[in-house]
Nanobody, 126 residues
Framework: QLQLVESGGGLVQPGGSLRLSCAAS????????IGWFRQAPGEEREGVSC????????YYADSVKGRFTISRDDAKNTVYLQMNSLKPEDTAVYYC???????????????????WGQGTQVTVSS
């Protein structure tokens, strides 16, 4: 059974950094895309970043470009989201999601993902 588990969330001061992990089990990362989404209270789920596991292409929301970096470790079957220069508006529950049919070339929307993790809370506050 396919499963995604996020970790690495927490409380951090503005300007700080966190690294989120998305560990996949039940399948390898060879043929899919993994996306990171976030949802703040009262807000819609927002796409943050995505990595194509076919060719390594990456995509970022404008709000996080230059601050967040998505990467993969195939040996650990894990995708990471390195978040630097965090702002209070980055506060949200962060989810990773797997797309099992992605063919590349764009940032898949939330409804295009088949599997979701349980989420990890990120709070940016002084």
């Amino acid at each position: 059974q396919l499963q995604l588990v996020e970790s690495g969330g927490g409380l951090v001061q503005p300007g700080g950094s966190l690294r989120l992990s998305c560990a996949a089990s039940g399948f390898t990362l060879d043929y899919y895309a993994i996306g990171w989404f976030r949802q703040a209270p009262g807000e819609e789920r927002e796409g943050v970043s995505c990595i194509s596991l076919r060719d390594g292409s990456t995509y970022y929301a404008d709000s996080v470009k230059g601050r967040f970096t998505i990467s993969r470790d195939d040996a650990k079957n894990t995708v990471y989201l390195q978040m630097n220069s965090l702002k209070p508006e980055d506060t949200a529950v962060y989810y990773c999601a797997g797309n099992t049919w992605y063919t590349g070339g764009y940032f898949p929307l939330a409804y295009e993902y088949d599997y979701w993790g349980q989420g990890t809370q990120v709070t940016v506050s002084s």
